[in-house]
């Protein structure tokens, strides 16, 4: 719920589902569901209070963004992975595929992250998963892969397909610097795999364990997105987002412009 500039970082993360043509969101949350519920619900008393204050602008996106999207909330009780998170959302998913947002991984593009990856998941009928280039010393803290390059849409460095993946690697034994970023398409089957495996690094169920399982029967992609993208979950990753967004913002990127000029740096 921590914001960025004047709004949730879980905001963020819904809207460029929404963008992506998602209307249907299963928030996995631990704690502090009440105040991202509250948050995404429709909420009569703002809406009157808005009205009678003829907050006219305010009450139509409060109620676009309520209208747009169908919430649901499953908890996970206790902190055991990512692969744990998603596992606990298999009975409201259904038999379809689904898409997964990790929300601190906030990403500024033209067409948004999600849809990029859903166009590649809607050719290949395949699993896909965002990846990015990140220096080598920084391997360790993410899922990397080792793909083959395929081409796609006349381009050829954007699209791979997987060959082995490993949740963070060490330094020297990092099959490359791809790094997964925290947009997944997915197959249900995904599901089965997650019931499959064992704890794996930190102890926990790791969602990069799971698709490494199904590799084994079916064929996933990993797309390098065209974006920006932010690590909210990092402190100095939160500060840039804000500062870039901010400045950004056609109320407010001008003054505070203004006001890093003057700061003695
Ligand atoms: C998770 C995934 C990891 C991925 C990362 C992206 O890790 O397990 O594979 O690279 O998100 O942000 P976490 O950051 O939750 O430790």
Redo the contacts with the bound molecule.
Sequence with gaps: MLPIVDKPIIQYGVEEALHSGIQNIIIVTGRGKSAIEDHFDVSFELEYLLESRNKKELLAIVRNISDMIDVSYVRQKEAL???HAVLRAMELVGHEPFAVV?A??VIEAETPALRQLLDIHSFFGAPVLAVMEVPAENIS????IDAEPVSHNGCHDRLFRIRN?V??PKQSEAPSNL????RYVLTPEIFDSLQAIDPG??GEI???DALKHLLRSRPIYAYRFEGTRY?A?DKLGFLKATVEFALRRRDLGGPFLEYLKGLKL
């Excluded at 803290?141 to 990397?144: D, K, L, T």
């Excluded at 790094?179 to 925290?182: D, L, Q, W």
């Design positions: 992975g990512l692969g990790l601190d991984d803290s993410y899922g990397a993946l949740e963070k790094a997964i970023i925290g690094s930190g790791q969602l990069t690590d979950g």
